[in-house]
T-cell receptor, first 118, second 111 residues
């Protein structure tokens, strides 16, 4: 079972370069997310897509754009990379919560992209 | 502002030496507390969800508990394969789709 697949696994960019991180899931999940993970700071949400055709900003969206290409794919674009964007990026997906006040969203994560911006 | 603090940052145990990891939270309107395990070079893997004070969940050597201010992940007789970083996260009534993660506890179990 592939689950959530991210490409590339590693990338080195120079300041000002652009790139797109790709993410695809094969679990028929409605919701998809992009997180970044920095030492000592935990995972922080960059953008999410609650369903196909919608995207919303998370905690740290500045410098990023996203595209929900279809139900399976959710890409993250850095238009002009900065050293502050050096991080490990994780894509995740989940089934949509089904009503009530309990959010039973079990996130499935990809294996991450380690990005260095010089 | 929602805050999640995990302690200790790192923990080294001998195989078989039981211990607990702590996740304290300051949030308004808890809607779920989540525990994840993360192995080096991998994404986090879901372990448990807890919703209300007094609730407990178990899986093999792990047991998660929840109070109104904190959650504990108890590890009984750990094995080296339990070595990983353990993350907790909360979802609240004020955070539409976001989980707020703690920075994790790095657990090392020595043979």
């Amino acid at each position: 079972n592939a689950g959530v697949t991210q490409t590339p696994k590693f990338q080195v960019l120079k300041t000002g370069q652009s790139m797109t991180l790709q993410c695809a899931q094969d679990m028929n999940h409605n919701s998809m997310y992009w997180y970044r993970q920095d030492p000592g700071m935990g995972l922080r949400l960059i953008y999410y897509s609650a369903s196909e055709g919608t995207t919303d900003k998370g905690e740290v969206p500045n410098g990023y754009n996203v595209s929900r290409l279809n139900k399976r794919e959710f890409s993250l674009r850095l238009e002009s990379a900065a050293p502050s964007q050096t991080s490990v990026y994780f894509c995740a997906s989940s089934k949509k919560s089904t009503g009530g006040t309990r959010y039973n969203e079990k996130l499935f994560f990809g294996s991450g992209t380690q990005l260095s911006v010089l | 502002e929602d805050q999640v603090t995990q302690s200790p940052e790192a923990l080294r145990l001998q195989e078989g030496e039981s211990s607990s990891l702590n996740c304290s939270y300051t949030v308004s309107g808890l809607r779920g507390l989540f525990w994840y395990r993360q192995d080096p070079g991998k994404g986090p893997e879901f372990l448990f969800t807890l919703y209300s004070a007094g609730e407990e969940k178990e899986k093999e050597r792990l047991k998660a508990t929840l109070t109104k201010k904190e959650s504990f992940l108890h590890i009984t007789a750990p094995k080296p394969e339990d070595s990983a970083t353990y993350l907790c996260a909360v979802r609240t009534s004020g955070s539409a789709r976001q989980l707020t993660f703690g920075s994790g506890t790095q657990l090392t179990v020595l043979p």
